[in-house]
């Protein structure tokens, strides 16, 4: 499986992603490395780029006390880099499979038992360890028992909920935490200054390498495209099926993601009142604007449980048609009583 990681030279790591990578440096040079990593986060973090960038740290050959980042010139840089390095093993998600096959963990666990080709350290990287299944988990578990000598394991998970315990507490985790906006949108625009970073980095919940698949993917146009839906739903002969079929296509979490972030702000307008100047208490917000915003929080309600129902198997042309039909009815309810 290759990545886009073997193109991601050090210095142009995002600066959430290097301070990991300085603890893991640091582990090495104290001789305190683990023998497995769980690195977690919310999906979008760059957690395949560090489990990648700390494989290649642990194999290069050339490393010096005061480096934390690998010298990209030796032997094993060189095969790291040209993404055939035999000591690294990499298992997941492959031909669009929502689960990692447990065949594939056992050959992972096998590989990791035979001799390194280098002499040096063998790894193996799991990403996303969470779509790991039940069998798979335990095929992992007897490796991270009894790990062989001079092995390193990297998981990545983004949902730690939905992880073991039993794994979880074997291995030494990496907590990636969502950089400021300031620091992603520095990071995006040094890598294209013509894009529209802003709206790109709300859709993906302000995770800076899931904004930058969004652009890559053209998700500009999905704006353009939801943009045109709530004026729609306003229409008293709105056509619910129609406008669930409008809403499909590339990137469906993200289309969820962008009719919430339009009912959050619409949440936050109706705060906002003509009486509050800054610094003055909060406004009393009359009867109307209070059951709209019942109305709107419910409506909420129904789109998180759709972004959750959308990572199973359900049906997305239904849970558009709910999602729709919620904020259309609170839409045409508060109708008369706009600009109130
Ligand atoms: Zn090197």
Redesign the pocket.
């Known amino acids: 499986m290759m990545t886009d990681s073997s193109t991601v030279q050090p210095d142009f790591m995002a600066p959430w992603l290097m301070v990991a990578r300085q603890y893991v440096a640091r582990a090495m040079r104290e001789d305190k490395l683990s023998h497995a990593f769980l690195i977690q986060g919310q999906a979008g973090l760059g957690q395949r780029v560090l489990a990648e960038s700390i494989a290649?740290l642990v194999?290069?050959?050339?490393?010096t006390t005061a480096q934390s980042h690998?010298?990209?010139?030796?032997a094993?840089?060189m095969l790291y880099l040209s993404g055939g390095h035999p000591d690294v093993h990499r298992v997941g998600l492959v031909d669009e499979k929502k689960q990692i096959s447990v065949n594939d963990v056992r050959e992972l666990s096998a590989e990791l038992q035979l001799k390194s080709y280098r002499g040096g350290a063998k790894l193996g990287i799991i990403d996303p360890a969470d779509a790991m299944n039940l069998n798979g988990m335990n095929a992992l578990l007897k490796t991270l028992e009894e790990p062989s000598r001079n092995t390193l394991l990297i998981l990545t998970c983004a949902r730690v909920d939905r992880f073991p315990a039993t794994i979880a507490s074997r291995c030494q985790r990496i907590k990636l935490r969502v950089p400021t906006r300031k620091v992603a949108l520095s990071w995006l625009s040094a890598q294209d200054s013509n894009v529209a970073w802003d709206g790109l980095l709300d859709l993906a919940s302000g995770a800076p390498f899931a904004a930058r698949e969004l652009a890559a993917g053209g998700a500009l146009e999905l704006d353009a495209q939801m943009a045109t839906v709530p004026e729609l739903l306003t229409r008293p002969n709105a056509d619910l099926v129609e406008l669930a079929e409008r809403c499909q296509g590339s990137f469906p979490a993200e289309r969820f993601r962008w009719l919430e972030l339009w009912v959050s702000d619409r949440i936050r307008k109706l705060f906002v009142t003509p009486s509050a100047g800054s610094g003055s208490a909060p406004a009393v917000l009359s009867t109307a604007r209070r059951r709209h915003l019942q109305g709107l929080y419910s409506v909420l309600d129904t789109l998180r449980a759709s972004q959750g129902a959308l990572r199973g198997s359900a049906n997305v042309t239904l849970l558009w048609e709910q999602v729709l039909g919620s904020l259309s009815r609170e839409l045409l309810r508060v109708r008369p009583v706009r600009g109130r």
């Open positions: 290649q194999l290069c050959e050339n490393l690998a010298c990209g010139h030796c094993s840089c």
